[in-house]
């Protein structure tokens, strides 16, 4: 694959952040009382917009500044091919990234395995992937979907699995998925869930699809899996807390259960911040910090990578966090429960 | 008198600023009070505008005068327009825009341009204007739309810095079609769409009858909730000054 181009609208964006005083790649990592820390982004989509349905198309071009959004499949394929995506973390001064499969026709669209693998290999020592699977017509492709999710993960660089079940439509205590957690614990490869509601067109609310309260007999049939419980189950559509206290309890319960506080502290879910600070702070009161993974479900759009990493160091700070413990979430979590080197800065 | 004449002239113009390519002479037999320029006219009086009046300040601060017209081509990132009025009296003006963004947003309009404040080196008008919104691409909108908006110049010889402040209005509806197993539903929603604008540049006049105008735009299309980009634009305008006499304010 040869590398792209930043295209025209990069170019015109470019232009204009620059104006702002926004360009310039910073050195790796986050500066923290004297030290560079190196800081790794375990939630980043690669995307296909032709994969995506027309309401979630304009959903996301909603979120593009005016006049990105007026053609906002130019302006995604600039930062959700792999290419923008490394702009992205080189931006933001991260180590490296992990993209997500995933397989939602219905609600978000398909970003499928094929794609990440070969997203991956634009740079295999920085980009990692997780892996998806269909679940539309689960009585009917059960064991082909497993097969086909077995062999994604035995590509390289494909370190777990994803999976959104409000997205995809399906309850989180369906003990018939649970074969999704068996190849978890059998592989090793830990596996994300999306917990929360969500913003996105046709996406299930009901709780048994978001709340992570319906996890636990997943988690408790399945020890040797890991599970990283992704928003820590945020109200996206009423914008607060909602599952914090949930996610906590189920961290300080299982020791296979992972927290991952991605897109709830961003400008629109969070203008202030502080959902974020208090999400970060209560996680540590209540100990859990050596499970705290970061993401940020980005690219979204340009500077989102860069910007929710400041906004999570921010509130750490406010937290009160200490330099290891900000390392251990930025980077050492991750790298230890995924098995995953991380570049130092 | 043909000296008088000449005498006011030169007085007038190098008040003016002293531009070479003044546009515009009126000859008034029977000077009103206060006259415009006191030292040289007593019983006749030459007024010679300054570039900055007439057609440029019309272009760029609006409010011409009855028979006066102008057409301006912009084009920029992301707006780019086409602009057109015709006077029809002493401080109202047609006005006809059709401006874009990318090719992509588009909005006809006609209205009406009225002069405010009119002094020599000052020109403010108030401009309303309604028309259709037209939008393809990733967000697909349309709906009427209205927009107020004031104009502001400052005119100084050939160049005039002008300001333009203005809220656009656009009310986009949507039909939403149900279809159940016995029947149709069909519900019509609307919501409103507010565009903000500001413009700032400079008009700077190469004749009388052309010139040239630059500046930076800001759009905020459907705020307070999204973000815009900043945008510029560079323009030619072309045209006929209305003939209006600078008034008693003249060089004052």
């Known amino acids: 694959m040869k590398r792209k181009g930043i295209g025209k609208t990069g170019l015109l964006l470019s232009m204009g952040l620059s104006l702002f005083g926004c360009s310039g790649t910073p050195a790796r990592g986050v500066d923290w009382e004297g030290r560079r820390l190196p800081a790794f982004d375990m939630h980043l989509h690669p995307g296909d917009w032709d994969e995506i349905p027309t309401a979630t198309q304009s959903f996301l071009a909603s979120r593009f500044p005016f006049p990105l959004n007026l053609d906002a499949k130019s302006a995604a394929k600039d930062v959700l091919s792999a290419d923008g995506i490394l702009a992205e973390v080189d931006k933001a001064g991260l180590s490296g990234a992990v993209l997500f499969a995933v397989y939602a026709p219905r609600t978000v669209g398909i970003a499928t ?43 390289p660089g494909m370190v777990g699995i994803k999976l959104a079940h409000a997205h995809q439509h399906f309850r989180m205590d369906d003990s018939s998925y ?28 009901a709780p048994a699809e978001t709340e992570p309260a319906y996890l636990e007999p997943a988690i408790k049939a399945h020890p040797g899996a890991k599970f990283l419980l992704g928003h820590l189950g945020y109200d996206f559509v009423s914008k607060q807390h909602a599952g914090l206290q949930t996610c906590i309890e189920l961290a300080k319960k299982y020791p296979n259960v992972f927290l991952e506080p991605s897109a709830l502290g961003s400008k629109g879910s969070d203008p202030t911040g502080e959902n974020l600070r208090i999400a970060m702070q209560r996680m540590r009161e209540a100990g859990v910090v050596d499970r705290i993974i970061y993401g940020s479900d980005g690219p979204q759009s340009p500077g989102f990578v860069k910007d929710y990493l400041a906004r999570t160091v921010e509130a750490m700070r406010a937290a009160g966090y200490t330099a290891a413990e900000a390392e251990a979430v930025l980077s050492g979590n991750f790298a230890r429960n995924f098995g995953v080197s991380v570049v130092a800065p | 008198m043909k000296l008088q004449s000449t005498l006011a002239a030169l007085v007038c113009s190098a008040l003016a600023g002293g531009d070479a390519l003044a546009q515009t002479v009126a000859l008034e037999t029977q000077a009103p009070s206060p006259p415009a320029v006191p030292a040289a006219a007593d019983s006749a009086r030459v007024v010679l505008l300054p570039l900055s009046r007439g057609l440029l300040a019309d272009v760029v601060a609006g409010g011409a005068g009855a028979g006066g017209w102008g057409v301006t081509v912009q084009g920029g990132y992301a707006w780019s327009a086409l602009r057109g009025y015709y ?14 963004a990318l090719a992509v947003r588009w909005r006809p309009a006609l209205g009406l341009s009225a002069k405010w404040v009119d002094t020599a080196r000052v020109r403010i008008s108030g401009d309303v204007l309604l028309g259709w919104l037209f939008q393809s691409g990733s967000l697909p909108r349309r709906g009427p739309s209205g927009e107020l908006r004031i104009r502001a110049a400052v005119l100084l010889g050939r160049v005039a810095p002008y300001l333009v402040l203005a809220t656009k209005h656009s009310i986009l509806p949507d039909r939403t079609v149900l279809q159940k197993a016995d029947s149709t539903q069909i519900t019509w929603t609307a919501r409103h769409e ?27 299309v459907d ?20 003939g209006s006499r600078c008034g008693a304010s003249c060089g004052s």
């Open chain 1, 113 to 155: 395995n094929e794609l990440v693998a070969d997203s991956l290999s634009r740079d295999p020592q920085r980009l990692f992937g997780l892996a998806s699977l269909r679940v539309d017509n689960w009585s009917r492709d059960r064991d082909a979907e497993l097969q086909r999710l077995r062999t994604a993960l035995s590509w």
């Open chain 2, 223 to 242: 705020a307070p909730q999204s973000v815009a980009i900043p945008g510029f634009h560079l323009g030619l305008y072309f045209g006929g000054a209305s």
């Open chain 1, 178 to 205: 649970f074969g999704i957690y068996q190849l978890s614990a059998e592989l090793q490869k830990p596996v994300y869930l999306h917990t929360g509601t969500s913003p996105f067109p046709g996406t299930s609310q």
């Open chain 2, 87 to 100: 006077g029809v009296g002493h401080r109202l003006a047609l006005l006809a825009d059709v401006e874009t």
């Open chain 2, 194 to 220: 507010w565009t903000p604008w500001g413009t700032l540049g400079v008009g700077i006049a190469l004749t009388p009858r052309l010139g040239l105008d630059v500046g930076v735009d800001y759009g905020w």
